[in-house]
């Protein structure tokens, strides 16, 4: 990139939401929303002691615990039906009531009222930075693609080593099998024994490197059981020769 040139990346200019900062409710508007919101719990109590009345629960003295825990399903069951039905409703009215200033804000012209004006440039940010999330969302998804990709590739190259390091000590097990006492050079046969002291803890040492390979696979949520290589790997259950 040249000097001088923008950063692609860079939203901070889109992102100086002046309007919103700015913005702030007059007294009586923040009344009306307190005591909306006030309407809203006191109606939802309402739902709730309305289903517990139909279920009966006013006398739990006489019942018995069979008759109580089904009337306590029944009361539950109702109660979650009534909150799913106000939850609705809600929704339903909020979304007219936000619909309705919307629309004249962004196509009233004219006629708009100050009050609705005052929404447009929300409207306008509100816009951007939905953009602005998609787009962002859309990167973290490739992102997260291509970060799996590699950690499987890292995954097939750690067990690859372990392959070749298997190798390589089943060769070192081969020479192993000409007897150190059969070499009469005693500086020779004195390394032939340091370097099969030197497998045997290669030896220790890739059946750890296996154990924390398979736990990283396991931990990493890569979906092992379904691929060959990655199965093999975790599943191997070899025994020291």
Known sequence: MTDGAPDPSDYSDLLQTHHSDAFAFSALEQL???????????????????AQTDAGLSDVSGPSDDVLQEQLIVAEREAMEAKAEYELRNRITHNVLVMDPVLKAVHGGER????????????????VISM?????SSRLAVTTRAFSTAEESNIRANDRNAQLAKTLLKLAEEARDQSTYDIENPRLREQVRSVEKSVKESRRRLHTLKGILS???????????????????????????
Do not use: C, Y
């Open 32 to 50: 009306a929303l307190d005591l909306h919101d006030q309407l809203r719990e006191l109606e939802l109590q309402r739902s709730l002691l309305a």
């Open 112 to 127: 708009t009222d100050f009050a609705e004006k005052r929404l447009l440039p929300l409207i306008t940010e509100n816009d």
């Open 132 to 136: 602005l999330h998609g787009d962002l």
């Open 215 to 241: 736990g990283m696979i396991v931990g990493s949520g890569i979906d092992w059981a379904e691929k060959e290589v990655l199965r093999e790997l975790v599943m191997d259950d070899e025994e020291d020769d």
